[in-house]
């Protein structure tokens, strides 16, 4: 069966420094791939998307990530955190046999240190 | 923008009551979604529909049901509400179906005692 794994619950940085969050599935083929973020008390915001091409893309906030096939991994990152980027990012994953939905992994917490 | 929106983003209710989770998209989507959100677990799809009248269960239809007599508007109806219904409900809409970028609303947050 198709999964999203995010395998840290939560992640805590300091201000200015570079972030990492990390995203890895398990599909037969190279599905679609998402990752959202949601402040507190909002709801989810698309930060950015892949559907082919090139495999590093650029999303909002200045967060880029990078798909690679061999590793099955969708990675964010953002090279200097701001206090405002604190919230709860979800990885997801689109595949065109799951009957219409995303597949999503439990959410990365990401706490700024000042 | 896409826009949905959400009935209530705060809702209490005592365990028995019929609760109705009101959606509402202006973008002319086909599909629409309905999540729960409880923490450590991401989000679990309850149902969601990619027309109207058409629905489709998700991971975890037990105790809900949904209706969708109009494209943009899709609701979610807890039957006999529960504690463990107790969670943050998300509704969302898509152009596209699997693969496709989906819209969220606010979220309710429901509280069932």
């Known amino acids: 069966a198709q999964s999203v794994t995010q395998p840290d619950i939560h992640i805590t940085v300091s201000e200015g420094a570079s972030l990492e969050l990390r995203c890895n599935y398990s599909?037969?083929?190279?599905?679609?791939l998402f990752w959202y973020v949601q402040s507190p008390g909002q709801g989810l915001q698309l930060l950015l998307k892949?559907?082919?091409?090139d495999t590093l893309v650029q999303g909002i906030k200045g967060f880029e990530a990078e798909f690679k096939r061999s590793q099955s991994s969708f990675n964010l990152r953002k090279p200097s955190v701001h206090w405002s980027d604190a919230a709860e990012y979800f990885c997801?994953?689109?595949?065109?046999?799951?009957?219409?939905?995303?597949?999503w992994g439990a959410g990365t917490k990401l706490i700024i240190k000042p | 923008d896409v826009k949905v929106t959400q009935s209530s983003r705060y809702l209490v209710k005592r365990t028995g009551e019929k609760v109705f989770l009101e959606c509402v998209q202006d973008?002319?989507?086909?599909?629409m979604f309905w999540y729960r959100q409880d923490p450590g677990l991401g989000l679990r799809l309850i149902y969601f529909?990619?027309?109207?009248?058409?629905?489709e269960k998700g991971d975890i239809p037990e105790g809900y049901s949904v209706s969708r007599e109009k494209k943009e508007r899709f609701s979610l109806i807890l039957e006999s509400a529960s504690t463990n219904q107790t969670s943050m409900y998300l509704c969302?809409?898509?152009?596209?179906?699997?693969?496709?970028?989906?819209?969220f609303g606010p979220g309710t947050r429901l509280t069932v005692t």
């Open positions: 969302a809409s898509s152009l596209t179906p699997a693969g496709g970028e989906q819209y």
């Open positions: 529909s990619y027309d109207v009248k058409m629905k």
């Open positions: 892949y559907f082919s091409g």
């Open positions: 599909y037969g083929a190279t599905p679609y």
């Open positions: 973008m002319d989507h086909e599909n």
């Open positions: 997801a994953v689109g595949v065109m046999d799951s009957n219409y939905q995303l597949i």
